[in-house]
């Protein structure tokens, strides 16, 4: 795909969703940050049904350590994986008490360094808390990738590499939102909506569906 097709197919999503935003329910970067811990091979529709109730109760790390971990599990039982999960938020909880004074940190090599956080997680907190222009790469992001041409890639990190090297520089910050979006709702995996997209005569797929 050449450069001048990936600044209309930005300049097109932008015009659409000029300020998009990450589906997750938080209020603070410490929400942000235990809501996407919980979102990993879960839903965001999941993870903020179960937040809707936890953060009320607990949202700051000395407030989820006193939960302990039972008591934060009766809250997260509903998301997959919610046994590991537990005991990762919870020593995460720790070291930011600990490390941190119940802060967030703000470099990735801090956040991968925290238990149950890897390299998407930090990503997402770094561009949607800190706002810095990172790709978070999901599978929907991987797929809207290749799918369209915009930066293929085989593996997760070639095709974040490619993103960063690839978007025009002015729709960078916002460009996980965008692509996010629609690997959800437009550029499904199993029947694309071609038909819907307004990125369609832009997009380099071969098997175009007419709905």
């Known amino acids: ?28 970067t410490f929400e942000l940050l235990i809501a996407v811990i919980l979102s990993a091979q879960a839903t965001d529709v999941g993870v903020n ?8 109760v607990a949202n700051t790390p000395s407030t989820l350590l006193d939960l302990g971990l039972d008591g934060l599990k009766r809250y997260i039982k509903t998301i997959g994986l919610y ?11 720790q070291i930011l008490e600990e490390q941190y004074g119940g802060e ?29 222009p990172v790709m978070a790469v999901d599978t929907h992001i ?7 041409g915009i930066a293929p890639g085989k593996t997760v990190l070639a095709v974040e590499r490619g993103l960063m090297k690839h978007v025009p520089k002015p729709f960078l910050l916002d460009a996980h939102h965008w692509l996010i ?9 199993r029947k694309p909506r071609c038909g819907a997209c307004l990125i369609s005569d832009l997009c380099e797929f071969r098997d175009k569906t007419e709905t």
């Open 1 to 28: 795909m050449n450069k001048h097709k990936r600044e209309l197919i930005f300049q097109r999503l932008q015009a659409e969703n000029p300020e998009p935003r990450t589906e997750l329910a938080y209020t603070s």
């Open 49 to 56: 049904k179960a937040t809707r109730l936890l953060f009320p």
């Open 83 to 93: 046994n590991s999960k537990a005991e990762n938020i919870l020593k995460t909880c």
């Open 104 to 132: 967030v940190p703000t470099t990735r090599a801090e956040l991968e360094a925290l238990p149950g956080v890897g390299r998407k997680t930090a990503n997402v907190v770094l561009n949607t808390a800190f706002r810095q």
């Open 142 to 148: 991987f797929r809207v990738a290749n799918r369209t």
């Open 181 to 189: 979006l629609h690997g959800r709702y437009i550029c499904t995996a």
